[in-house]
C-alpha cells in the first residue's frame, strides 16, 4: 500500500481507497483500476412540516407525487395525506414543487381558486401532471374517456356484448355521474352496489365497471388510490340457484337420447360444466375428458373425466362443434334446450319451477351426492373454490384415475 495525492483536494489517500475521505473524489478515475461502484447516497430526511415525496407503484409516466404537509389525523393518531400538489418524472422536480407550495403566502394555500393557479404555475415549470387538473372531473366524464380508449382505440377487439354490458353497468349507477371522480370513496361504490334492485349478474357488472375506470384513472395520475378493491356485492350468487332433474325426468332423457339436443343436456348434466364453458371446452378423446371452465380460477381449465355412459356423446359434440362448421352458441341452445325440454314434457321441475340449462349443474351435484363420490372430488370435478378449508386447500389432491373411479360411481339407466 502506499499514499497518493487527492487531485481534487491534495490530501494524502491510500492508493487502495474507493474515493477520497475527505472531499469524496472516486479515486478509480485516478488510479485507471476497477472498484465497485459506489452505494447511491441517500437522500436526506425533508424537514417537518415541509410536506412529503411518495414513489408511486405501477408503470407510471411521472411516479413521484409531492404531498403538502399534514394537518389532519385520524381518530388512532395516523396521519391522513391531503390530496398531491402533483406528480413528476424525476425527485429533484417533486422536491421543487414542495418548495414552490411552502414559499407561497398562506392566503394561496388555503384558497381553492389560488390554489389552483399555484398548481397550474408548477404545471408550466416543472413539466408535471397536476392533481387539479382532473379536479372537477366528474364520474361521467372519466367515463367517457375510458370506454373510449378501451372499446373504440384500443387494437384489441372486444365483442358488442362487453361493451353492452359496460353502458349497462354505467347506467346502473346513475347518482355518480355527477359526482367529481376524484371525491368518491369506497362507500361512495359500496351503496350503489348495495341500493341496486338487480341481480347478482347486474352487480359483477358494476363492479367490474368500477375496477376499469379506476385502472384507467391511476394509468393516467387521475387518482392516486384504486377504492374498487374494497366493494363487495352482499347478496348470495342467484345465478347458482337451481334445481335438479328428478330420476323419472333422467329416464326421459336417457330413453330419448338418440334425438338433437338431448344428448347435450345429458353430457351437461354428467359434466357439470356451465352451459357456456362448451364454447371453448377441449376434448381429449385418448383419455376421455372435457378440460376447461369459466367464471372462477378454481372453475377455469379444470379435467373431468368422461363417464363412459357419454363418451359417445363427447365424440358427437366434438365431430358436430370443435372440429365441425357449426359453432356452439350458448344463446342459440339455450332457446333449443327449452324447446327440447317442452316436446318431452319436461319443461317444468318436481318443485314447479322451470327448468333452466343451470339445473344440469345442479342435476351433476345432486348425483355426486346420491352416488357417494367423495367431497374433495366432487369440489374438483365442480370447480369449487375451498376457501379456507386448508386441509382442502393446501393438501386436498386427487389424481385423473382417482377423479375417474368417482365419476363412474354415478349409475346410469340402461336405455341405450
Known sequence: MALISCPECEHSISDKAYSCPSCGYPM????GKTFP???VRKRHKLPNGFGSIKHLSGRRS???AAYPPVTKFSLNGAPVLD???GYFKIYDDAYQALLLYNNAPDNIKKSNILFSELCTAILSSCNCSISAKYANMTFAELYQQYFEHKYNQSKRKLSASARYSAQAAFHNCLELHDRKFADLKKNDLQNVIDTCPLKHSSLELIVSLFRGMYAYAIQNDIVEKDYSQYVSINIPDDDESGVPFSLDALD?????SDKE????ILLMIYTGFRITAYKTIYY????????????????KNRIVPLHPAIQPFAKDFFMKYIIGNEVFAASKFRKDFYKTLDSLGLSTSTSGTKHTPHDCRHTFSWLCDKYGVDDLSKHLLMGHALGSDVEKSVYGHRTFEELKVEIEKIAVPDFR
Do not use: D, H, M
Not at 28 to 31: A, E, P, R, T
Not at 252 to 256: A, D, M, P, S
Not at 261 to 264: A, D, G, L
Not at 284 to 299: D, M, P, R, V
Open 37 to 39: 461502484a459506489r452505494s
Open 83 to 85: 390530496p398531491a400538489i
Open 252 to 256: 326421459v332423457l336417457w330413453k330419448n
Open 284 to 299: 381429449n378423446e385418448a383419455e376421455q375428458y372435457f378440460q376447461g371452465g369459466i367464471k372462477t380460477f378454481a372453475s
Open 28 to 31: 478509480n478515475i485516478v488510479s
Open 62 to 64: 411521472r411516479p413521484w
Open 261 to 264: 339436443n338431448v344428448s347435450v
